[in-house]
């Protein structure tokens, strides 16, 4: 039988295991794992390759965007706009700097922050808009800017899904005041293991990031505030600078299995396919196909062999963990409804486009059972 995986994480790897070797050796033989040479090189060039003047390296992507909520003193008292449909880590980075994250409906269509929905769910107390790039699609960041404008906002993107994805030509990353990457090893660019990063033109917001993750020291053994132990270490830098090189190609790949997908799909009466902004690239972390009999369409593809996964099976108001905000059921009908009929396809680096194809025709094969 065959058996399609969701992502091959080992053979992601294996296209550049002789890379990753020698960079484990040359950190192994520096004798130095925390804040150094490796970390600044990686900064430096994902920062180029962003677009923007700084890149902090930091412990993982839900770190990334808490250092930045507390660099900008959002805490108590004050509410962030979140998306209803995200990953629950954007929501806990809210929680944790001591804020209320504001879930905000989506655009139907791109599954991101709807702008037109924005305004009504602002008070006096917002300080901050939080768009995720879901999915590794753009939100619409030109309309959220002007929003965050007239009302004296900040704009943190949460770009953990997508590296490498550029919104009217501008790389994700560089769209608003800062942005929070994760690094974990799924991701697009992904390391060894936890890793993230914080990208901004703002110099005062990059160093005080810079001294959040370091128990709130630029200095050693001098503590100018109450700061955080997460760090990007070194051996985790070094692979990520192997690998940033490869990410436009990947990328491309990434774009030639969902390119399959859709034109497959894109008939289908029984299937919502993803739709690509005007302006917009699309980096596929997720390809996200809707079907209202998800769940059969799952079960069917996995007695076929193919793994499929959810993004994501509750949104945040309806985790346990939420409980206490007391949303009910209905409270956000988008993401609820996103939520029973998402379906992610396998997607990756290296899987082959003669596997996207028979994950295509299973699918169509389905269908015709219904
Ligand atoms: C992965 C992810 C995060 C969190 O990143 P970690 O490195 O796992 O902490 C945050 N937001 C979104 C949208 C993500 O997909």
């Not at 484990?24 to 920062?47: C, Q």
């Not at 924005?118 to 768009?131: D, G, S, V």
């Not at 960041?141 to 590296?163: F, S």
Request: charged letters at 20%; hydrophobic letters at 40%.
């Amino acid at each position: 039988m065959i058996r399609i995986p969701y992502l091959d994480l080992k053979a992601v790897n294996a296209e550049v295991q002789a890379k990753l070797d020698q960079a484990y050796a040359r950190v192994l033989d520096s004798g130095w794992f925390i804040l150094g040479r490796e970390v600044r090189a990686f900064e430096e060039a994902f920062a180029a390759y962003v677009g923007v003047k700084h890149c902090v390296g930091v412990g993982n992507g839900l770190e990334a965007l808490h250092l930045i909520l507390r660099a900008y003193g959002i805490g108590a008292g004050d509410e962030v706009i979140v998306p209803s449909n995200t990953y629950i880590a954007t929501w806990l980075a809210v929680t944790y700097a001591g804020a209320r994250p504001i879930p905000v409906e989506p655009d139907p269509r791109t599954y991101n922050l709807d702008p037109a929905r924005i305004e009504m769910a602002l008070t006096e107390r917002t300080r901050a808009l939080l768009p995720v790039h879901l999915y590794g699609q753009p939100a619409a960041v030109e309309p959220i800017m002007a929003i965050a404008d007239r009302h004296d906002l900040v704009v943190i993107e949460d770009a953990a899904q997508a590296h490498g994805a550029r919104y009217q030509g501008h790389m994700c990353g560089s769209l608003g005041h800062a942005a929070g990457f994760s690094f974990y090893p799924g991701k697009n660019l992904g390391a060894l293991g936890d890793a993230g990063a914080v990208t901004t033109n703002d110099d005062v917001l990059a160093e005080a990031v810079r001294s959040l993750r370091n128990y709130g020291s630029q200095k050693k053994y001098e503590n100018e505030r109450l700061g955080f132990n997460s760090r990007l270490d070194e051996l985790q830098a070094a692979f990520l600078s192997v690998k940033l090189p490869y990410l436009e190609q990947w990328n491309r790949h990434r774009q030639a299995i969902a390119d399959r997908y859709t034109e497959i799909f894109s008939k289908e009466p029984g299937l919502i396919v993803p739709y690509v902004a005007e302006r917009s690239s699309h980096v596929w972390h997720i390809y996200p196909l809707r079907c209202t009999r998800r769940d059969a369409l799952q079960a069917y593809l996995a007695r076929e062999g193919i793994e499929t996964l959810i993004h994501y099976p509750h949104p945040p108001h309806r985790s346990e963990a939420y409980a206490f905000s007391g949303y009910p059921e209905g409270a956000f009908p988008l993401a609820e409804e996103i939520a029973e009929t998402e379906l992610s396809l396998p997607i990756s680096p290296v899987m082959s486009l003669n596997d996207a194809e028979v994950v295509a025709q299973a699918v169509i094969g389905f269908l015709k059972t219904g």
